[in-house]
């Protein structure tokens, strides 16, 4: 997936103190995905019905 625009990552609401996390960033069809201690190390890019599933499966 090529992306023109540089993202926009967020961390989960849930983790306010930690310091060590995954940040998400919406995408056109998809969500990325990146360690947020080393954000310059790149991000992995999921299909939007991957990453629904995924988080489906997490909540259960």
Do not use: N
């Amino acid at each position: 997936m090529y992306l023109t625009q540089p993202l926009t990552f967020r961390k989960s609401s849930y983790s306010t103190t930690a310091q060590e996390c995954v940040e998400v960033a919406d995408v056109p069809g998809a969500s990325a995905v990146r360690d947020s201690t080393q954000p310059d190390l790149g991000h992995l890019a999921f299909p939007s019905i991957e990453w629904t599933a995924f988080l489906g499966a997490a909540q259960r």
